[in-house]
């Protein structure tokens, strides 16, 4: 999952594996929901971040 993806993506390219728009991806790191880095005003998402919360998603939809 996410093998054409570097390591380390940028909000577009996490809206892209997402399937979002850019203004849910900035909502989510905002809210802190998916763990990231910042390098001045560039934020920087870890690709294990993103997979940490698809597992979590994941988690809370099977468990009602």
Known sequence: MFKNYPDVVT???MSE???ISTKTAYKLLKE???KH????RIYKIPKYYIL???EI???KN???
């Open 57 to 59: 998603l994941d988690q």
């Open 37 to 40: 880095f910042m390098i001045g």
């Open 17 to 19: 594996m997402l399937g």
């Open 32 to 34: 802190n929901k998916i």
């Open 52 to 54: 940490t919360y698809l």
């Open 62 to 64: 099977s468990n009602p």
């Open 11 to 13: 909000v577009e390219q």
